[in-house]
């Protein structure tokens, strides 16, 4: 950890120790305020986002900026979305076809629709059409990832300042994603006395560890076997991401991960079973559930402590407005289309929840969301299967060839 010219730069070790007190600090809330877990509002949101407005005081009043180094961050997505592919098989992505297909519609039609209304909102209060454009897909669904990967292009069209306006509504967009999804789904689970189905509720939450689960069963063999079967994943989805790279398709590293996961839940898992009957697999158990908790946890609580909102407010200025404009789509899409189209059941208010997540934030931020739900109200195996697959590999493609069919009208 140094100090340089008014900078407090935080190194890997640090930032990830920071992060895991952030995460700590947030599910101790979250105990202590009901308000909290019964909105399921995210713990590492409420940590998050509790520092973030700690840093951005400490700056205002001494003048001193927080910089994190964050290279450990997208490893931890990776995790997390690998025990997600090892929680499922190529049996359930079968029964979920259908649901998949209308989700991925649903998606793409709100995709199209966040970016007309970000141009036609530009227009309408005088400034570059192509800064609504970033205040769209590029930002919000996209994530800073893409804000940041796309800002050049924008820069050349003429959009001064590109980057940072990205980012400015990314962080908007992850904040207010984290904040609604859970809202969202508490309310619609409220409001037409939803419940889990039967048989989720035997198998358990898919992810994340349920407050009333106070004593998780957790032994060596269960742990120890979900770390490698997590790490082995990875390393497949690793060879498999430079197949793909071959071909001249670059996915994120975390999408062939969760492929490669579903590969070893599938095929693998159930013949060590049968030749070592000690290794009594269970995808769906605590072990995993723990691993998926911490790392997603500790990677969003990174990501939301980061933010330097300070920077955000000084550049966003108009774009504002088209935040707030989004968000009020998003809210009644989510409502009105998203929860009555994928069924009006427990699962379409998980989704919901999902979808909140995705519509502003990130595929990370749809997983919290839904996440929190669960542990809150029961597990959904059939939202945790169809929306990491289309916010983990659909959408991205989706999103490029989206993006760069109206950069060329412009």
């Known amino acids: 950890m140094d100090y340089i010219n008014g900078v407090l730069h935080f190194e890997k070790f640090f930032t990830v120790s920071l992060a895991i007190l952030v995460l700590f600090v947030g599910k101790g809330l979250n105990l202590r305020f009901d308000l909290l877990r019964n909105m399921s509002i995210p713990e590492p949101v409420v940590g998050g986002i509790l520092f973030a407005i700690f840093f951005a005081l400490l700056h205002l009043v001494t003048n001193i900026s927080i910089d994190f180094n964050l290279e450990n961050r997208d490893f931890l997505l990776i995790y997390f979305f690998t025990t997600i592919g090892l929680s499922s098989n190529f049996s359930d992505i079968i029964k979920g076809g259908k649901p998949l297909l209308i989700l991925l519609t649903i998606t793409i039609t709100y995709m199209v629709l966040q970016n007309v209304i970000g141009i036609s909102v530009a227009k309408l209060i005088g400034i570059e059409p192509l800064t609504g454009l970033l205040s769209g897909t590029v930002s919000l669904i996209g994530g800073h990832g893409t804000a940041i990967a796309w800002a050049p292009v924008f820069s050349e069209k003429g959009i001064e300042h590109a980057i940072e306006l990205g980012i400015a509504a990314a962080t908007f967009g992850l904040i207010l994603a984290s904040l609604m999804g859970g809202p969202i789904a508490s309310y619609l689970i409220n409001k037409h006395d939803l419940k889990p189905n ?203 060839v989206l993006i760069q069919s109206i950069l060329s009208i412009f």
């Open 198 to 400: 039967e048989e989720d509720i035997q198998i358990g939450v898919n992810v994340g560890v349920s407050y009333d689960e106070a004593e998780p069963k957790i032994d060596y063999i269960a742990f120890l076997h979900a770390i490698i079967a997590i790490h082995v994943s990875i390393m497949v989805g690793y060879f498999i991401n430079l197949g793909f790279e071959e071909l001249g398709l670059m996915l994120p590293q975390f999408v062939t991960a969760l492929f490669a996961g579903i590969l070893y839940s599938t095929f693998v898992m159930p013949r060590l079973k049968t030749r070592f009957p000690w290794l009594d697999w269970k995808a769906r158990n605590s072990a995993m559930s723990l691993i998926a908790d911490i790392s997603l946890g500790i990677f969003l609580a990174m990501s939301l402590m980061s933010m330097q909102l300070w920077v955000v407010f000084y550049v966003a200025g108009p774009m504002l407005i088209i935040i707030v404009v989004q968000l009020i789509f998003a809210l009644c899409f989510v409502v009105f289309v998203v929860f009555k189209i994928m069924g009006s059941n427990y699962d379409a208010a998980v989704i919901a929840s999902g979808f909140s997540g995705i519509s502003l934030g990130s595929a990370a931020t749809a997983m919290a969301n839904m996440t929190a739900v669960s542990e809150k109200y029961g597990a959904s195996r059939l939202a945790f299967l169809v929306v990491p697959l289309v916010c983990a590999f659909f959408m991205d493609l989706a999103n490029a």
